[in-house]
T-cell receptor
Framework: AQSVAQPEDQVNVAEGNPLTVKCTYSVSGNPYLFWYVQYPNRGLQFLLKYITGDNLVKGSYGFEAEFNKSQTSFHLKKPSALVSDSALYFCALTEERGNFNKFYFGSGTKLNVKP | NAGVTQTPKFQVLKTGQSMTLQCAQDMNHEYMSWYRQDPGMGLRLIHYSVGAGITDQGEVPNGYNVSRSTTEDFPLRLLSAAPSQTSVYFC?????????????FGPGTRLTVL
């Protein structure tokens, strides 16, 4: 069965420092992986996705993520955090085989960027 | 484009009442879905649709019904509300069915069942 884990409920970083938000997954086939961001009282917004190809994926607002098949991870990264990056981040998964119309989300990681 | 719209924004129900959460998109998207968001549990898929007249169950379908008579609309019906259905509900759509497409989310409906 597919599943997504975000092991950290909260990540705290100082503005200007690099940030990492962790995501690990479990699927039987090839994964399709996504990152979304949610600002307070808003719906989720798409950041980036990995479908196939280059393991380093670049997305919106300077975010990137690295797909690591051997470690079954898809960590979100940014070289220099901004206070405005403070939000709730979700990793999501579906897979190439089986029912690829069903998406599974992690529990979310709250990112706090302090000035 | 208004994108994905949801009504109402807030709703309070009593146990046993029924209601319909509305969702509409104006992007001619093929795929639409409903999620519930609960603290510490992320988003869980309730139902989804890959086109008009086609719906299927997600991870947590019990207590909810959906239909898709048009491409634009995908209402979610609570048949007999229970306190366990207190949650924030999000509707989402993507251009095509299939797991490689990003989803566009509505602003959500906050539902409280007393």
């Amino acid at each position: 069965a597919q599943s997504v884990a975000q092991p950290e409920d909260q990540v705290n970083v100082a503005e200007g420092n690099p940030l990492t938000v962790k995501c690990t997954y479990s699927v039987s086939g090839n994964p399709y992986l996504f990152w979304y961001v949610q600002y307070p009282n808003r719906g989720l917004q798409f950041l980036l996705k990995y479908i196939t190809g280059d393991n380093l994926v670049k997305g919106s607002y300077g975010f990137e993520a690295e797909f690591n098949k051997s470690q079954t991870s898809f960590h979100l990264k940014k070289p220099s955090a901004l206070v405005s990056d403070s939000a709730l981040y979700f990793c999501a998964l579906t897979e190439e085989r089986g029912n690829f119309n069903k998406f599974y989300f992690g529990s979310g990681t709250k990112l706090n960027v302090k000035p | 484009n208004a994108g994905v719209t949801q009504t109402p924004k807030f709703q309070v129900l009593k146990t046993g009442q029924s209601m319909t959460l509305q969702c509409a998109q104006d992007m001619n998207h093929e795929y639409m879905s409903w999620y519930r968001q609960d603290p510490g549990m992320g988003l869980r898929l309730i139902h989804y649709s890959v086109g008009a007249g086609i719906t299927d169950q997600g991870e947590v379908p019990n207590g909810y019904n959906v239909s898709r008579s048009t491409t634009e609309d995908f209402p979610l019906r609570l048949l007999s509300a229970a306190p366990s259905q207190t949650s924030v509900y999000f509707c989402a759509s993507s251009e095509l069915a299939g797991g490689y497409n990003e989803q566009f989310f509505g602003p959500g409906t906050r539902l409280t069942v007393l």
